[in-house]
C-alpha cells in the first residue's frame, strides 16, 4: 500500500481558501513544478513538507494522506488536426484533465455493478472490422448498407457508458479536435468533442472514439499507434461498410476520370453524409481484401475538392447554436438535448458538493478561465 495525497480534498480546501498552486508554492517556499508534481501524483511530499502544508490549510496528517494503491494514470489518445504532432506536453495536459474528473464520477448515474462491454482482442484484420460493424450494425438495428446518423452514435456511447463533453476549443487553434481520456481506476471513459468542426468530420471523429471505447484494452497495454489504426478502421467501416463499398465500386470503376471519380465519391458522400475521404478509402480497402483493381485519383485534386465539399455545410456549433456564441446556460441545455449527456449533471452535484475553483473547472475541461467562472455559476 502507498501513502498518496488525499487530492479532492487538497483541491477543495484550495479553493475554499482561495489559494492557486502558485500561491501554495510560494506559501511552503517551493517550487511551483515540486507543487505541481504533488497534485498529478508524481511526487509525495517530505514530512516537514507535509506538515507545513497539513499547517497552512488546517488539514491533519489522516485529512491528507490515505493509504492504498497509487490511482493510475489516465490513457488518453488525440484525435489530431491534420499536420499537428503529439508532444509530452500535449499527453501531461490531458492525463491532468483526467486526474481532475475522477472525483466527478461518484456523481455519474452509472451501474455499480456492471461494467460496460469492451472486446476481447481487438484485430485490425478486413474481416474481423467488418464482422464487428456488423454486430455493432445489428445492436442498433440498422440496416447493413443504411447510412448510420448520429443518434446511433450518441446511443451506442451511452450504452457502453462513455461521457460525451461538448466543448467550443476553436477551429484552428488545437492540437486535437477530440480527445479520449480513460481512467482505469473507476473504468470510466470520457470523450472530448470540438464543437467547432466540420459536420463530415465530426461524425468521423464520433465513430473513431466508439472505437477507442471498445478497444481500451489497446490503451491498456499502451499500444498507442495499433489502437488509433483500428479506431480508423473502424470508423471507416461503421460509417461506410463493406456492403456499401462493394455496390459503390460499380459506379466508380465506370468513370473514366479523376474529375469524375470524384464527382461520384463526393454524391455518395453527400448521400451518407459522410466526409468525401471515407467513401473513397473504404471502396480502395474493398477492392485490396478482394485483390480488385482500383483506380487512384491524385490526391491534391480529392483533398481540394473536399475542402470545396465541407464548405457547403456549417460546423456543428453554428448549427447547434445558430452562428451565435451561446451562454453557459444555453451550451448546457442545447448540448444535453443534443448529445444526452450526463457531464453536465455531473458538474454539477460535484460543483454544489465541492465548492471547486473556476481554475480548476478550467483546467478540467481545458476551457479559459472566464469561461469556467461563468460556467460554474451556471452549474451552482
Known amino acids: 500500500m502507498a501513502k498518496i495525497l488525499n487530492l479532492p480534498l487538497l483541491q477543495a480546501t484550495l479553493a475554499e481558501k482561495g489559494l492557486s498552486q502558485t500561491a501554495l508554492s510560494e506559501a511552503l517556499g517551493l517550487s511551483k513544478a515540486a507543487v505541481s508534481k504533488w497534485f498529478k501524483g508524481k511526487s509525495f511530499p517530505r514530512p516537514q513538507e507535509l506538515l507545513k502544508l497539513g499547517k497552512l490549510?488546517?488539514?491533519?496528517?489522516?485529512?491528507?494522506?490515505?493509504?492504498?494503491?497509487a490511482a493510475a494514470e489516465p490513457l488518453v489518445a488525440f484525435r489530431k488536426r491534420a499536420g499537428t504532432v503529439t508532444k509530452d506536453e500535449h499527453t501531461s495536459?490531458?492525463?491532468d484533465?483526467?486526474?481532475l474528473l475522477a472525483p466527478v464520477v461518484t456523481h455519474l448515474p452509472f451501474d455499480n455493478f456492471v461494467a460496460p462491454v469492451r472486446l476481447k482482442d481487438p484485430q485490425l484484420d478486413?474481416?474481423?472490422?467488418?464482422?464487428?460493424?456488423?454486430?455493432?450494425?445489428?445492436?442498433?438495428?440498422?440496416?447493413?448498407?443504411?447510412?448510420?446518423?448520429?443518434?446511433?452514435?450518441?446511443g451506442k456511447f451511452?450504452?457502453?457508458?462513455?461521457?460525451?463533453?461538448?466543448?467550443?476549443?476553436?477551429?484552428?487553434?488545437?492540437?486535437?479536435?477530440?480527445?479520449?481520456?480513460?481512467?482505469?481506476?473507476?473504468?470510466?471513459?470520457?470523450?472530448?468533442?470540438?464543437?467547432?468542426?466540420?459536420?463530415?468530420?465530426f461524425k468521423f471523429w464520433m465513430?473513431?472514439?466508439?472505437g477507442h471505447v471498445l478497444s481500451v484494452s489497446l490503451l491498456e497495454g499502451n499500444e498507442i499507434e495499433r489502437a488509433e489504426d483500428f479506431a480508423d478502421a473502424f470508423a471507416g467501416a461503421l460509417l461506410f461498410p463493406e456492403r456499401a463499398a462493394a455496390e459503390s465500386l460499380d459506379e466508380y470503376s465506370r468513370k473514366k476520370t479523376d474529375a469524375t471519380r470524384i464527382q461520384a465519391i463526393l454524391r455518395i458522400a453527400k448521400d451518407y453524409l459522410i466526409s468525401p475521404f471515407s467513401v473513397?478509402?473504404?471502396?480502395?480497402?474493398?477492392?485490396?481484401?478482394?485483390?480488385?483493381?482500383f483506380a487512384t485519383v491524385k490526391q491534391p485534386s480529392l483533398h481540394a475538392a473536399i475542402s470545396q465539399f465541407n464548405k457547403r455545410y456549417q460546423t456543428i456549433r453554428e448549427m447547434l447554436f445558430d452562428g451565435d456564441v451561446p451562454s453557459a446556460d444555453h451550451y448546457m441545455r442545447i448540448s444535453n438535448e443534443t448529445f444526452s449527456t450526463p457531464v453536465f449533471k455531473a458538474l454539477g452535484d460535484y460543483v454544489k458538493a465541492t465548492e471547486v475553483s473556476p481554475s480548476v473547472l478550467s483546467r478540467m475541461l481545458d476551457v479559459p478561465l472566464w469561461d469556467a467562472?461563468?460556467?460554474?455559476?451556471?452549474?451552482?
Open 97 to 99: 484533465m483526467g486526474r
Open 93 to 95: 495536459r490531458a492525463q
Open 373 to 380: 467562472r461563468e460556467l460554474k455559476q451556471a452549474l451552482a
Open 126 to 154: 478486413y474481416d474481423y472490422i467488418q464482422q464487428l460493424v456488423t454486430k455493432v450494425r445489428l445492436e442498433l438495428d440498422l440496416d447493413p448498407v443504411k447510412p448510420i446518423d448520429f443518434e446511433n452514435l450518441i
Open 158 to 201: 451511452n450504452e457502453l457508458q462513455a461521457v460525451l463533453v461538448p466543448v467550443m476549443w476553436g477551429k484552428k487553434s488545437r492540437h486535437e479536435n477530440a480527445l479520449h481520456i480513460y481512467l482505469p481506476d473507476s473504468r470510466t471513459t470520457w470523450v472530448f468533442l470540438n464543437l467547432d468542426s466540420e459536420l463530415h468530420d
Open 280 to 293: 473513397y478509402r473504404e471502396i480502395q480497402r474493398y477492392c485490396e481484401h478482394h485483390e480488385l483493381p
Open 57 to 69: 490549510l488546517g488539514l491533519g496528517f489522516k485529512d491528507l494522506v490515505q493509504s492504498g494503491p
Open 207 to 210: 465513430a473513431h472514439e466508439l
